[in-house]
Protein backbone atom coordinates (compact mmCIF):
# COMPACT_ATOMS: atom_id res chain seq x y z
CA UNK A 1 0.00 0.00 0.00
CA UNK A 2 1.40 3.17 -1.07
CA UNK A 3 1.83 6.00 1.73
CA UNK A 4 0.37 8.81 -0.51
CA UNK A 5 -2.97 6.98 -0.96
CA UNK A 6 -5.41 9.67 -1.61
CA UNK A 7 -8.96 9.58 0.16
CA UNK A 8 -11.95 11.39 0.39
CA UNK A 9 -10.94 12.42 4.20
CA UNK A 10 -8.07 13.65 2.91
CA UNK A 11 -10.18 17.19 2.32
CA UNK A 12 -10.70 17.42 5.98
CA UNK A 13 -8.17 16.14 7.88
CA UNK A 14 -6.32 18.86 9.09
CA UNK A 15 -2.85 20.45 8.33
CA UNK A 16 -0.17 19.94 10.29
CA UNK A 17 1.08 23.55 12.06
CA UNK A 18 3.54 25.35 11.13
CA UNK A 19 6.92 25.59 12.44
CA UNK A 20 8.21 29.15 13.67
CA UNK A 21 10.52 29.47 11.05
CA UNK A 22 7.51 28.28 8.11
CA UNK A 23 5.78 31.45 10.30
CA UNK A 24 8.59 33.38 9.63
CA UNK A 25 9.43 32.68 6.14
CA UNK A 26 5.27 33.38 5.31
CA UNK A 27 5.21 36.65 7.05
CA UNK A 28 8.37 38.15 4.85
CA UNK A 29 6.93 36.93 1.88
CA UNK A 30 3.88 38.49 2.59
CA UNK A 31 5.74 41.55 2.90
CA UNK A 32 8.07 41.56 0.07
CA UNK A 33 5.23 40.36 -2.33
CA UNK A 34 1.99 42.25 -1.36
CA UNK A 35 2.69 44.52 1.06
CA UNK A 36 1.08 42.94 3.94
CA UNK A 37 2.73 43.23 7.40
CA UNK A 38 1.88 40.47 9.69
CA UNK A 39 3.13 41.86 13.14
CA UNK A 40 2.11 39.60 16.35
CA UNK A 41 1.19 41.83 19.13
CA UNK A 42 3.54 39.75 21.36
CA UNK A 43 6.39 41.06 19.64
CA UNK A 44 5.47 45.12 19.96
CA UNK A 45 7.21 45.83 23.46
CA UNK A 46 6.12 48.84 23.63
CA UNK A 47 2.85 49.69 24.50
CA UNK A 48 2.23 52.72 23.01
CA UNK A 49 3.29 51.45 19.90
CA UNK A 50 1.35 47.97 20.47
CA UNK A 51 -1.78 50.41 21.35
CA UNK A 52 -1.34 52.24 17.87
CA UNK A 53 -1.07 48.70 16.22
CA UNK A 54 -4.25 47.24 17.84
CA UNK A 55 -6.12 50.74 17.02
CA UNK A 56 -5.29 50.94 13.18
CA UNK A 57 -6.15 46.97 13.19
CA UNK A 58 -9.47 47.71 14.33
CA UNK A 59 -10.03 50.74 12.20
CA UNK A 60 -9.16 48.84 9.07
CA UNK A 61 -10.61 45.47 9.51
CA UNK A 62 -13.76 46.54 11.69
CA UNK A 63 -14.94 48.76 9.05
CA UNK A 64 -14.21 47.00 5.67
CA UNK A 65 -14.88 42.78 7.68
CA UNK A 66 -17.93 44.19 9.17
CA UNK A 67 -20.56 43.91 6.59
CA UNK A 68 -18.58 41.46 3.85
CA UNK A 69 -17.91 38.54 6.93
CA UNK A 70 -20.61 39.21 9.06
CA UNK A 71 -18.63 40.51 11.68
CA UNK A 72 -19.54 43.08 13.99
CA UNK A 73 -17.40 46.14 15.07
CA UNK A 74 -17.24 45.85 19.48
CA UNK A 75 -19.17 48.75 21.28
CA UNK A 76 -16.58 49.99 23.72
CA UNK A 77 -17.67 53.19 24.99
CA UNK A 78 -15.49 56.20 24.16
CA UNK A 79 -13.15 57.35 27.24
CA UNK A 80 -13.82 61.08 28.20
Same mark, same amino acid.
Given at each position: MSSGLKTGLARVQAASAASPEEIGTL @? @??AFVE???AT?? !??DVADPWTRQAVINE?? @?QLE???????? !???SR????R
Open positions: @R @RRHGVIH !LSAR @RSKGASESG !LTPRRAR
